[in-house]
């Protein structure tokens, strides 16, 4: 380092005379970057060398767990929407007609604590899907007490919840609902009038 520094500065001559300076002044810095490269090794050796420094800490506790799952699952076309008729009217001794524009949603039922979102994936059913597209129907000659009704069409799932459940030792309860019912409206003008009473 020293002999590197002082060629350049021979380059020029105006400068020789301060050449005598340059040992102290290189030595002083030579073992002020020594004690600094030491003190790092030696931070760094202490750092590695601390014991249990690298240990891991301790295992996250298990809190238990919960599962769901739709089971036991059967559909069914071609049936009315719950909840009633979206239209009816009466006219004793003479016909009447239905326009049907009451809109429809999805319902889903559900237990012990499982979401509907996730009853609804289950099912592949929609649970975002209304329907109001307007349908006409036309009753026959209605007899006295008589009705002519209207309601929508889809489809219905019948199933049962079954809950799984874990505490923090591993043992494992099951639970398993009643049966429920889901229904999911056609899309489309898709309805069933008929006279009732």
């Not at 420094?53 to 919960?66: F, I, K, S, V, Y």
């Not at 009753?139 to 799984?164: D, H, N």
Request: proline letters at 5%.
């Amino acid at each position: 380092m020293n002999v590197d520094f002082r060629a350049r500065l021979e380059v020029s001559p105006s400068h020789r005379k301060d050449l005598s300076a340059l040992p102290k002044v290189m030595s002083k810095r030579a073992r002020q970057c020594a004690t600094w490269v030491a003190g790092g090794v030696m931070a760094a050796v202490s750092l590695v060398a601390t014991p249990g420094a690298a240990q891991a800490g301790p295992p996250a506790p298990n809190h238990g767990w919960t599962r769901y799952e739709t089971i036991n699952k059967s559909y069914y076309q071609n049936i009315n929407n719950p909840g009633g008729p979206v239209a009816s009217c009466t006219n004793a001794g003479s016909t009447c007609a239905l326009a049907v524009t009451q809109s429809v949603s999805t319902t889903i039922a559900t237990k012990l604590g499982y979401s509907q979102s996730g009853v609804a994936a289950d099912l592949s059913f929609s649970l975002s899907r209304t329907v109001s597209a307007a349908a006409t129907c036309n009753s026959p000659k209605l007899k006295s007490g008589q009705k002519y009704v209207a309601y929508r069409v889809g489809r219905q799932a019948m199933y049962q919840i079954k809950r799984t459940t874990a505490d923090a030792d591993g043992k494992q309860t099951v639970t398993t609902s009643g049966w429920l019912f889901s229904w999911e409206p056609y899309t489309g003008a898709h309805i069933d009038c008929y006279v009732v009473g």
